[in-house]
């Protein structure tokens, strides 16, 4: 089958098509012919050689996709040969075939067409397990979202609206900012021409954001605690602004705040199973009604993978790109 490999090391490293043997399912596993595979920041990384696989998963990259059930494994029993699906994957999406378990997938939600379906899984499956599993997010309580842009953070805002929360989103430009209010932001801040931590402050009356879901990492740690507002939860899901920061102990114990940090990709399959079968439950009927949906940037053909990555590393990608066999 044709997947998308990594040739070269480093910094140089490209993304060819390539012919790989593909896999067998196993005890618990489905084989699914990929229509469609989302791109994620992950990606970059393993290109880069900065983030391998885990142990057992292919050697090319793909975190999502949606295709069609080809195969079952010994003891599946709620999937059928035919099905259509979208899976979250250890690794090994950018193929023209997939061997994922199948407690990591789900029926491709009503209303929405099987390629952009392969923007969801992963997108929706960290937004969900950093809101609701580790921020615990209510209703009425204030969400800042860093890159509500983003493919995570396009989903994250829409997600923190239907729960009923007040939504602020972050975004560079009138344009990005306008499209982040027609996912459901209240308030979105141009980090381009505004201090962040002020505009949140104006816009919740001094108080702060009792969540923060942070792209940025170790650059904006000190402005995101100055963010939350007394008992507010900082959660770091990405690294854009490097591993380290400074950190003022004293305000976030005046504050009596929570910086905690998450990865998905690494998690037991277990776990990861309860958040798909969360998704599954309080998310997809979110998407059926409308309520929830995929943005989708681009849709590239495999010969195009390096280019779908540059959309991501410039910033010129709104929402998801995806790759097409």
């Not at 012919?33 to 793909?62: E, H």
């Not at 430009?173 to 308030?187: F, H, K, M």
Request: hydrophobic share 45%.
């Amino acid at each position: 089958m044709r997947a998308v490999t990594i040739s070269g090391d480093g910094p140089t490293a490209k993304l060819t098509t390539s012919q790989v043997e593909p896999d067998e399912p196993g005890e618990g596993e489905i084989l699914v012919d990929v229509t469609s595979s989302g791109v994620n920041r992950a990606d970059l990384l393993q290109r880069a050689g900065l983030y391998p696989p885990p142990p057992g998963a292919p050697a090319w990259p793909g975190l999502e996709i949606s295709g069609t059930v080809a195969r079952l494994g010994a003891g599946v029993s709620d999937r059928r040969v035919g099905d259509e699906v979208v899976a979250l994957l250890d690794g090994g999406g950018y193929a023209e075939q997939v061997v994922v378990r199948a407690s990591q997938t789900l029926p491709r939600p009503d209303g929405v067409d099987l390629v952009d379906a392969a923007a969801l899984p992963e997108a929706v499956c960290t937004a969900w397990t950093n809101l609701v599993d580790t921020a615990r997010l209510q209703a009425d309580e204030t969400l800042l979202v860093l890159g509500g842009s983003g493919g995570v953070g396009s989903m994250a805002v829409q997600l923190g609206h239907a729960l009923g929360a007040r939504v602020v989103a972050t975004a560079g430009g009138p344009e990005r900012t306008a499209r982040c209010r027609e996912l459901g932001a209240d308030v979105v801040v141009d980090h381009r021409a505004e201090d962040v931590v002020d505009a949140v402050r104006a816009a919740t009356d001094g108080r702060g954001a009792d969540v923060v879901l942070d792209v940025l990492g170790g650059g904006a740690l000190g402005d995101n605690v100055r963010a939350l507002a007394p008992g507010g939860r900082l959660v770091v899901i990405g690294l854009q602004q490097g591993r380290t920061g400074e950190l003022d102990l004293a305000r976030l114990m005046a504050k009596r705040a929570l910086v905690t940090g998450t990865l998905l990709r690494s998690r037991s399959p277990q776990e990861k199973a309860a958040i798909v079968e969360a998704v599954g439950e309080h998310v997809w009927p979110l998407v059926a009604a409308g309520r929830i949906r995929p943005v989708v940037h681009a849709r590239l053909s495999f010969d195009e993978a390096d280019r779908a990555l540059g959309m991501l590393e410039s910033g010129e990608a709104f929402g998801k790109v995806l790759l097409l066999p």
